[in-house]
């Protein structure tokens, strides 16, 4: 049985995620690991997470899944979920501190904002949002442009080159939602919050063939 290894460094609710994976994928065995070797057995990889940069690197570290995951990231299929989107890039404006550096480019946070109303847009951007996509890619295979997924996040990552960006998304600025390169595709938004269209992405995932 084909296995996804789903990262745990301690930062986020995972089991909305193993889930869902569950759910598009009962053929599966799905595994919320924090062991090395696991990642490293695993079939594909899905790399989450929620919380400040600072807190998820060094959780990361100390849980020595570090080189797992850049391991994974070079090797098998690898879906990176919200900060595990930010996460993969070479620096962070939250706590000033360096990601992965799989990406080049920067990780920033949003701007004091206003919408065409003139109204303040709250920071964290919460909640759904259409997202439009910039690259064709497998994953978004049976998604509509524009289709709505759901958000959560203070920051953003602003790759440097353009055409690791998949998708792009407004929100007083338009930035990167979703970024693809070989075999890695990750995204901002959080698919398992996001009804069909997030279920579709997931199952896109687990059929893909980098």
């Excluded at 789903?6 to 599966?28: C, T, W």
């Excluded at 400040?52 to 797992?68: I, N, S, T, V, W």
């Excluded at 949003?110 to 997202?131: I, Q, S, T, Y």
Aim: aromatic share 10%; net charge neutral; hydrophobic share 45%.
């Amino acid at each position: 049985m084909s296995t996804v290894a789903i990262i745990d460094y301690g930062m986020g609710n995972l089991r909305s995620v193993a889930k869902a994976i569950e759910h598009v994928a009962p053929q599966f065995r799905v595994e919320v690991t924090a062991e090395p070797s696991r990642v490293a057995a695993a079939d594909r990889v899905i790399f989450p997470g929620q919380g400040a940069m600072p807190d998820c690197m060094r959780e990361l570290d100390q849980r020595g899944l570090r080189a797992a995951v850049l391991s994974a990231a070079a090797s098998k299929p690898f879906l990176g979920i919200c900060i595990g989107l930010q996460m993969l890039f070479e620096h962070s404006d939250e706590g000033d501190v360096p990601g992965l550096q799989v990406f080049e480019g920067n990780v920033a946070r949003f701007p004091d904002m206003r919408d065409a109303a003139g109204m303040c847009l709250k920071v964290p951007h919460m909640g759904w949002n259409e997202v439009h996509q910039r690259q064709s890619h497998p994953l978004w295979e049976g998604i509509p442009d524009g289709s709505r997924f759901y958000f959560v996040h203070s920051f953003y990552a602003q790759p440097a080159n353009s055409a690791l960006i998949a998708s792009e998304t407004n929100y007083g600025v338009r930035f990167t939602s979703a970024v693809g390169r070989a075999n890695i595709f990750a995204v901002q938004f959080h698919p398992e919050k996001s009804a069909h269209m997030g279920l579709r992405l997931l199952s896109n995932f687990i059929r893909w063939v980098p």
